[in-house]
């Protein structure tokens, strides 16, 4: 027995029941919705167009954590890793990304949602090869302000105008 055999072994076995189950708040209450196999498969295959063609991948070069051969990936673009903002609640949406970037073969660091995390995701930024913040909530980018200006680009939050440079 060996992982590959499990792993195939696995996925010949029928998936009942769902992916996992969402929530939303909708005027102060609870909203919970399934999430089928076919719906998280279809968000992993789009997770996985997006991150690619923003440079998400296997970091090549001889900097933090490339691969040799090369310059650091930030000169070159040539890979990079990311890191994931978000919280335990909002998995529906943000684990498609993390497994799309396991796909891709790219480091990836979680950083979670509250102002507190801003410097861990500043830590994640400046000292690992990151191509890209995905998922970036006003909370931690006021944190991160200033701190990231030619850092890796971002990727927030739909009704959240989020800038890392001081004078924006």
């Known amino acids: 027995m060996t992982a590959a055999s499990t792993a195939a072994a696995a996925a010949t076995l029928s998936r009942p029941g769902p992916w996992g189950i969402g929530r939303y708040d909708v005027a102060g ?3 919970f919705f399934e999430v089928g196999w076919e719906d998280w498969r279809r968000d992993v295959a789009w997770a996985r ?43 529906p949406w943000f684990d498609p990304v993390e497994t ?47 701190t990231l200006a030619d850092g890796p680009c971002g990727c927030g939050r739909a009704g959240q105008r989020v800038t890392l440079s001081e004078g924006e």
């Open 29 to 31: 209450q609870p909203v």
């Open 49 to 91: 167009a997006m991150l690619a063609d923003h440079g998400v991948g296997p970091v090549k070069g001889d900097g933090p954590g490339g691969t040799g051969g090369g310059s650091p990936p930030c000169a070159e673009k040539v890979g990079g890793g990311l890191i994931v903002v978000s919280g335990m609640p909002e998995s």
């Open 100 to 146: 799309a970037a396991r796909e891709l073969g790219a480091p990836y660091s979680i950083g979670e949602i509250y102002a507190f995390e801003a410097f861990r995701t500043g830590l994640y930024a400046r000292r690992l090869p990151i191509t890209m913040i995905f998922g970036l909530d006003r909370t931690v980018a006021e944190g991160l302000r200033g």
